[in-house]
Structure formats: C-alpha cells, structure tokens
C-alpha cells in the first residue's frame, strides 16, 4: 500500500485523465498495424504503462480517503441511532429547562420573602415617634 498523498484537495485531474487513456490504448490496439510494427509496439507499451500508472495512483489515492469503511446499510443504522440521541436530548433539555424555570420561580419568591424579613429586622423600631 502506498503511503498518504500530500494533496490538500480532490485532484479530478487525476481521475479525469484515465478515460483518454484507456481510450488511447484502445485507439492503438485497434489500428490497423495493430502491433506488427516496432514503432507500434513501443507506442501501445508507452500508453499501457502511462495508464497502468495514472490507475495506481489514483487507487492509491482513493484508497487513503477518509471514510466509506460502512456499508450503506451500516451507515443508515448509525444516523437513524444519532436521530435518537438528539431526540433524546432535546427531552432532556426540554426537562431541564421546566426544571430550572420552576426552580427559579421557587428562588424568586423565597428571595422576595427573605427581602421582606431582612427589612423588617434592620428597620430600626421607634419607640415612642423617637430615632
């Protein structure tokens, strides 16, 4: 196995090249000298190893692609599990958020009481109309 192309990007070029050159060992199989020359020969060897070539590379490049290691059928199974989990969560955040609300009506009204009993004990008492 080759090692991890360095390209940042898809190189279509790559992939885009492979049918003019099957397309040109086609070419020169079926001309009429075929292969009975040398001249023939040698340019039906150069387009089948120029193919040859530009095929592996792009095996080797699509072979260290990240992903496609589940088959479709696995891939559904983990988005419809993922599905579920986000509905779960969001009962989850739905349950809290009642929660937290109820919590801080319960907080507001303990600290009006707290407020009103603070007051009445650091208001000082007046005896008698006197500060």
Same mark, same amino acid.
């Given at each position: 196995? +080759? *090692? =991890?192309?360095?390209?940042?990007? @898809?190189?279509?070029?790559?992939? $885009?090249?492979?049918?003019?050159? %099957?397309? /040109?060992?086609?070419?020169?199989?079926?001309?009429?000298?075929?292969?009975?020359?040398?001249?023939?020969?040698?340019?039906?060897?150069?387009?089948?190893?120029?193919?040859?070539?530009?095929?592996?590379?792009?095996?080797?490049? +699509? *072979? =260290?692609?990240?992903?496609?290691? @589940?088959?479709?059928?696995?891939? $559904?199974?983990?988005?419809?599990? %993922?599905? /579920?989990?986000?509905?779960?969560?969001?009962?989850?955040?739905?349950?809290?958020?009642?929660?937290?609300?109820?919590?801080?009506?319960?907080?507001?009204?303990?600290?009006?009481?707290?407020?009103?009993?603070?007051?009445?004990?650091?208001?000082?008492?007046?005896?008698?109309?006197?500060?």
């Amino acid at each position: 196995m +080759a *090692s =991890t192309p360095e390209w940042t990007s @898809l190189p279509t070029i790559l992939f $885009d090249g492979l049918l003019p050159k %099957l397309a /040109m060992v086609l070419e020169l199989t079926q001309k009429a000298e075929g292969t009975a020359t040398p001249v023939a020969k040698q340019a039906l060897l150069h387009a089948t190893n120029d193919f040859r070539h530009a095929l592996t590379q792009a095996k080797d490049y +699509a *072979s =260290t692609l990240a992903g496609g290691d @589940l088959l479709v059928e696995e891939q $559904d199974s983990v988005v419809a599990m %993922l599905e /579920m989990l986000k509905q779960h969560k969001q009962q989850q955040l739905i349950q809290f958020a009642l929660e937290v609300g109820s919590l801080s009506t319960i907080a507001i009204s303990n600290t009006s009481s707290k407020m009103e009993i603070d007051s009445t004990a650091s208001t000082p008492f007046a005896s008698g109309g006197q500060l």
